[in-house]
Nanobody, 125 residues
Framework: QVQLVESGGGLVQAGDSLRLSCAAS????????MGWFRQAPGKERDFVAG????????YYADSVKGRFTISRDNFKNTMYLQMSSLKPEDTAVYYC??????????????????WGQGTQVTVSS
């Protein structure tokens, strides 16, 4: 079973940048797609970005395209989410998750698991 630990969240101002990290352990990291999700208070957990096992294929929610970049370092067993031009509506708890397949077969939460514990990102206006 893989264990995931997110880090890098914090309080920033609108327009700032932030980089989240997700460290994985427990299974061969490069064999599985990975994803970032976020959940704001009272809302569902939404897909933000996903990356295939090799890192070659990347997928983004429309709301973050052009502002967020997902990447992974399979030698370090770590995935990243570089967030730029942050907006107050980006405020949420951000979770990383491991897929059960090599490619990103879907963007719903049901396609992913296990999950990290989450890291809070707060963007002030």
């Amino acid at each position: 079973q893989v264990q995931l630990v997110e880090s890098g969240g914090g309080l920033v101002q609108a327009g700032d940048s932030l980089r989240l990290s997700c460290a994985a352990s427990g299974r061969t990291f490069s064999r599985y797609a990975m994803g970032w999700f976020r959940q704001a208070p009272g809302k569902e957990r939404d897909f933000v970005a996903g990356v295939s096992g090799s890192g070659a294929r990347k997928y983004y929610a429309d709301s973050v395209k052009g502002r967020f970049t997902i990447s992974r370092d399979n030698f370090k067993n770590t995935m990243y989410l570089q967030m730029s031009s942050l907006k107050p509506e980006d405020t949420a708890v951000y979770y990383c998750a491991a897929s059960r397949t090599y490619n990103v077969d879907g963007t719903g939460p049901a396609y992913f698991g296990p999950w990290g514990q989450g890291t809070q990102v707060t963007v002030s206006s």
